[in-house]
């Protein structure tokens, strides 16, 4: 038998990895060259609203699209050195996603603490 674990120690251990991105610097990243990528559904983007400038996949796809390695990958993704931030809905499924990312060699792959909704509280 395998040994189990909470979500919230495996959240907790993939947010070890993580440099982490504050809401208020996430204009700043993308200035400086960051891939935004939007993981939320398409009944919270239609709900809430697009995230600007954000690159929108679902997350039963992400890894595929973002894994340099991969022939399905999208075209803004050059290489290993590639800083992503992933951004869900409030911050935990994006840092699940995050840490898989640099499990496939993305090791500048982050998420947004908060998410979409602790942008969308400071963007008002």
């Known amino acids: 038998m395998s040994e189990r674990h909470s979500i919230d120690e ?21 200035a400086h060259g960051a ?3 939007d993981i939320r559904p398409v009944e919270q983007r239609q709900r809430d609203g697009q995230l600007p400038g954000a690159v929108v996949i679902d ?8 894994d340099p390695s991969s022939e399905n990958r999208i075209d803004q993704v ?3 050195d ?6 869900c809905n409030e911050g935990y499924s994006s840092s699940l996603a995050a840490a898989t990312l640099q499990e ?3 090791h500048r792959a982050t998420d947004l603490i908060g998410g979409f909704q602790a942008w969308l509280a400071i963007a008002k």
């Open 78 to 80: 050059t290489g290993y």
């Open 104 to 106: 496939l060699g993305l």
């Open 10 to 30: 495996i959240l907790g251990r993939a947010r070890t990895t993580l440099d982490r991105v504050p809401p208020e610097r996430l204009a700043d990243e993308q």
């Open 59 to 66: 997350r039963n796809v992400l890894e595929w699209r973002l």
């Open 82 to 87: 590639l800083r992503v931030v992933v951004v």
């Open 35 to 37: 891939l935004v990528v």
